[in-house]
């Protein structure tokens, strides 16, 4: 099969497929909703190869998930073989609220429809963007997941999400074109720098077509359901981890080369920081 349609099967989307606004919502929810972020090959120093080959094998063959590089690339590689205009684009992340203004390392992209542009990420964890909002700045959009907006100042833009304590900056970003190079400096620079967030913690984030999801780090699970408080669970073990990856996560681990044992996963845990 071709890999729109080993995608297609992936997300579990059937209808029929337009480079229109109607099939951008539908999939980019489908695609966080069934290809969870995750940064397990980091953590077990496999290398992330970012060409289409490698990325299709991957997350949607083996089934596995992986952060902004992987999770966007697939993405926008669908939305062009459907004939969307795509804008590649690289953001600086401030959710950490940095003392310093850090590099790009985040991958997302505009997308323009019959002169409307909106704003598309599926790979930003926990945070991300269920589905995508219209490109104009100072307007409250909600999404099922959640409510956003667009800041813009003289330099660049904001994407901020709203919480019970109000709004959270989460990244910047410009409308800079990014080319594959500096996609893959970036990736090299998350996955191997030794300060990387990404080598020192287990994340993943899933997100439930009824608007809840589940975030994990480490062994903490959180779950979120629609109106209801956030539920967060320490998981017991190792295994009871790697089950709730399996099971409730729908992750598999079992491929021939992308898979991850149950020896391998105690082994990568044993050198994690605590959360």
Sequence with gaps: MAFIDEYFTRLGFNGEARADLATLKQLHLLHTCHIPFENLDVLLERPILLDDAHLFEKLVIARRGGYCYEQNGVFTRALRELGFTVQDLGARVVIANPP???????????????????????????????????????????????????????????????????????????????????????????????????????????????????????????????????VTEQLASDDALYDCLVEECALSLTHPVHGVSREAFRVMMARLEPA
């Design 100 to 230: 310093e203004m850090p590099p790009r390392t985040h991958r997302l992209s505009l997308i323009t429809l019959d002169d409307q542009q909106w704003l598309a990420d599926v790979g930003f964890g926990g945070q991300t963007l269920s589905t995508p909002i219209v490109f104009t700045p100072d307007t409250v959009q909600h999404t099922p997941h959640g409510s956003y907006r667009l800041t813009e100042s003289e330099e660049d833009y904001c994407l901020e999400t709203l919480h019970d304590e109000g709004w959270q900056a989460l990244y910047r970003f410009d409308l800079a074109h990014q080319y594959p190079a500096d996609y893959l400096m970036a990736n090299h620079f998350v996955s191997r720098w030794p300060d990387s967030h990404f080598r020192h913690h287990l994340l993943l984030a899933k997100m439930r077509p009824d608007g809840g999801k589940i975030t994990l780090v480490n062994r903490r699970v959180t779950r979120h359901a629609p109106g209801l408080p956030a």
